[in-house]
């Protein structure tokens, strides 16, 4: 069983909100002192599937992502729950 997960961060209010198929289940705003918060205005870099320990690394095996991940997309704004819900159904775009 496949599940869609989604993740939308707002610059202008620093709001994250994380949904879980197209259903919200986590929302917060980031505060300028969040470590969280270089890994999402740093677009150098993105880690999937693997829980980080430090920026750029950190990495341990027993962290990592236990399954299958397809069909990763990145948009240059954040989506609304709407927009979220319909793409959960669309194929990427090759």
């Keep these: 069983q496949w599940h869609h997960f989604a993740m939308t ?3 202008s209010d620093q709001r994250l909100n994380i949904y879980h198929d197209a259903i919200l289940f986590f929302s917060t705003t980031l505060s300028a002192s969040n470590e969280v918060l270089y890994s999402y205005t740093n677009p150098s870099y993105a ?8 920026q750029l690394g950190g990495y341990e095996p027993s962290q990592a992502f236990r399954g299958q991940l397809d069909e990763i997309k990145l948009w240059r704004r954040a989506l609304s729950q709407g927009e979220v819900e319909r793409d959960m159904t669309l194929p990427a775009e090759v």
């Design 9 to 11: 961060w707002r610059q």
């Design 47 to 54: 880690a999937f599937g693997q829980e980080q320990d430090a």
